[in-house]
Nanobody, 124 residues
Framework: QVQLVESGGGLVQAGGSLRLSCAAS????????MGWFRQAPGKERDFVAS????????YYSGSVKGRFTISRDNAKNTVSLQMNSLKPEDTAVYYC?????????????????WGQGTQVTVSS
């Protein structure tokens, strides 16, 4: 099993920045892909960004590309999401997820482990 714990959420004004962190514990593999998803009130859980555990290959949804940056630290078993130029529409619960199989995926059902989520609220 893999345990994931998100942190770093909070309240920020539009145009501001937040950095989310996801700490992984338990059994991990270099072939894991890590992803960030978010779910706003009344909406589905949507893909935000992903990164392979073993290299620097990254993917972003069109709505966050250029504003958000996903990164990893293999030594610390952590994945971060730097969020800049935040907009009110970024308000959501953000979830960290891990996929055992290698390769990119933006589909939530292909991820095997999930954190509890951290709330990000962007005010006008």
């Amino acid at each position: 099993q893999v345990q994931l714990v998100e942190s770093g959420g909070g309240l920020v004004q539009a145009g501001g920045s937040l950095r989310l962190s996801c700490a992984a514990s338990g059994r991990t593999f270099s072939s894991y892909s890590m992803g960030w998803f978010r779910q706003a009130p009344g909406k589905e859980r949507d893909f935000v960004a992903s990164i392979t555990w073993s290299d620097t290959t990254t993917y972003y949804s069109g709505s966050v590309k250029g504003r958000f940056t996903i990164s990893r630290d293999n030594a610390k078993n952590t994945v971060s999401l730097q969020m800049n130029s935040l907009k009110p529409e970024d308000t959501a619960v953000y979830y960290c997820a891990a996929k055992v199989s290698s390769g990119y995926s933006s589909r939530s059902f292909q991820y095997d482990y999930w954190g509890q989520g951290t709330q990000v609220t962007v005010s006008s």
